[in-house]
T-cell receptor, first 113, second 113 residues
Framework: QKEVEQDPGPLSVPEGAIVSLNCTYS??????FMWYRQYSRKGPELLMY????GNKEDGRFTAQVDKSSKYISLFIRDSQPSDSATYLC?????????????FGKGTKLSVKP | ETGVTQSPTHLIKTRGQQVTLRCSSQ?????VSWYQQALGQGPQFIFQ???????GRGNFPPRFSGLQFPNYSSELNVNALELDDSALYLC????????????FGPGTRLTVL
């Protein structure tokens, strides 16, 4: 079982739709969770960073972490064509003196005008 | 813009050759991590350097090595290149070794023929 599972899609939605992106993870010790956006041929750009369970909102983006079910979600409201990108969920394997990110495969999102 | 830069942008090498990729971290960031992203996959952790010492390593063979310099620059060296080494190589900088946001550069795309 992979440590972070993410459906690679692709996912295609019309402009203005609400988008739901999801990941599951296997290790209950993970505490930090991130969503990165990656445009074609670019490096990942941090969208949301959350610690432990709960919701975090930033403009049109909401990140949710449910540690009881080991489930993380990203919601995009009023999606725009400029949101078309690959979305990567990640968690951090943090051992107190070193932390490395563990990524899902990424979900490719296309928002059609 | 994260302030993390990488060079070169693209590189083509042949099997068996050696390659050096370079990264310039954000000013003040003591930690640099390197990731390999194969096509259609999420980034995979190679290793992390903190204050010029290797501080953690993923599941990569010793022919992957690195250096970090006091001026916030770093290198990834790969010896005896194999076809499977073709990927996007990303560096990410952060202030702390863990529990901290990692900011990615745009990556170097390496093609091994």
């Amino acid at each position: 079982q992979k440590e972070v599972e993410q459906d690679p899609g692709p996912l295609s939605v019309p402009e203005g739709a609400i988008v739901s992106l999801n990941c599951t993870y296997s290790n209950s010790a993970f505490q930090y969770f991130m969503w990165y956006r990656q445009y074609s041929r670019k490096g990942p750009e941090l969208l949301m960073y959350t610690y432990s369970s709960g919701n975090k909102e930033d403009g049109r983006f909401t990140a949710q972490v449910d540690k009881s079910s080991k489930y993380i979600s990203l919601f995009i409201r009023d999606s725009q064509p400029s949101d078309s990108a690959t979305y990567l969920c990640a968690t951090e394997n943090y051992g107190g003196s070193q932390g490395n990110l563990i990524f899902g495969k990424g979900t490719k999102l296309s928002v059609k005008p | 813009e994260t302030g993390v830069t990488q060079s070169p942008t693209h590189l083509i090498k042949t099997r068996g050759q050696q390659v050096t990729l370079r990264c310039s971290s954000q000013s003040g960031h003591n930690t640099v991590s390197w990731y390999q992203q194969a096509l259609g996959q999420g980034p995979q952790f190679i290793f992390q350097y903190y204050r010029e010492e290797e501080n953690g390593r993923g599941n990569f063979p010793p022919r992957f090595s690195g250096l970090q310099f006091p001026n916030y620059s770093s290198e990834l060296n790969v010896n005896a290149l194999e076809l499977d080494d073709s990927a996007l190589y990303l560096c990410a900088s952060s202030w702390r070794q863990g529990g901290d946001t990692q900011y990615f550069g745009p990556g170097t795309r390496l093609t091994v023929l």
